[in-house]
Structure formats: C-alpha cells, structure tokens
C-alpha cells in the first residue's frame, strides 16, 4: 500500500521558517514525483509547488517564488519543503501527493495519494 505522510507543522512567528517533510511508503521516490499544496482556512486547496518530474524539474506558484524550496533524501525516501519568510497567510494545512499524470503546474487532478496533512499556523 502506497502512503505518504507528512510531518514538520507547527506555529511559527511571521518571518520564520519551517521545513515541513512528506516520506513515502510502499514506492520508491527514485521515479516519482511530489507535489504540495496547502489549504487555509475557509479557502480552496492550492498548489504550492510541484515536482514536474524526478530530475528536478519543478513548478512553482506565486506565492512560492523567492521563499519556498523543495529538496529530497533517496536514502530516507523523503521530500522537504522548505518554508521561509512565512506570513500569517501562509495559515494552513500542507499536503504532499504523488504525482500520477503528467503536467507543467500544482493541477491537483495530476496528484493522488494525498498524505494526511500538516498543520502550519503563522502568528505571532
């Protein structure tokens, strides 16, 4: 059974960072690719920024540009996304999914197995 779970929420002071982590389980990450997307409170679920493929290739939203990064481990299965310079909009839950059809942006109808998510909440 294929899972991905997402770890590394939690509150955060306006300015700071996180680095939140979605591992695989049951697939090897060698091959694919991830996606994040948040959804705030009250909105619709948006992408974030999304792996096009396993070589690097990634798309990135607006609101990703300049702050936020991802990166993976192999060796540990794992995808981080690096959050910086967070803002109380960035308020939300964080989810990561795997990638199942092709695609240059965060469509989420690219992405199945959504991870359970992890909250993040920017305040001071």
């Known amino acids: 059974q294929v899972q991905l779970v997402e770890s590394g929420g939690g509150l955060v002071q306006p300015g700071g960072s996180l680095r939140l982590s979605c591992t695989l389980r049951?697939?090897?990450?060698?091959?694919?690719?991830i996606g994040w997307f948040r959804q705030a409170p009250g909105k619709e679920r948006e992408g974030v920024l999304c792996?096009?493929?396993?070589?690097?290739?990634?798309f990135y939203a607006d609101l990703a540009k300049g702050r936020f990064t991802i990166s993976r481990d192999g060796a540990k299965n794992t995808v981080y996304l690096q959050m910086n310079s967070l803002e109380p909009e960035d308020t939300g839950i964080y989810y990561c999914?795997?990638?199942?059809?092709?695609?240059?942006?965060?469509?989420?109808?690219?992405?199945?197995?959504w991870g359970q998510g992890t909250l993040v909440t920017v305040s001071s």
């Open positions: 999914a795997l990638r199942v059809q092709r695609g240059d942006e965060c469509e989420s109808g690219d992405f199945a197995t």
């Open positions: 049951g697939l090897t990450l060698d091959r694919n690719a």
């Open positions: 792996e096009r493929n396993s070589y690097g290739s990634t």
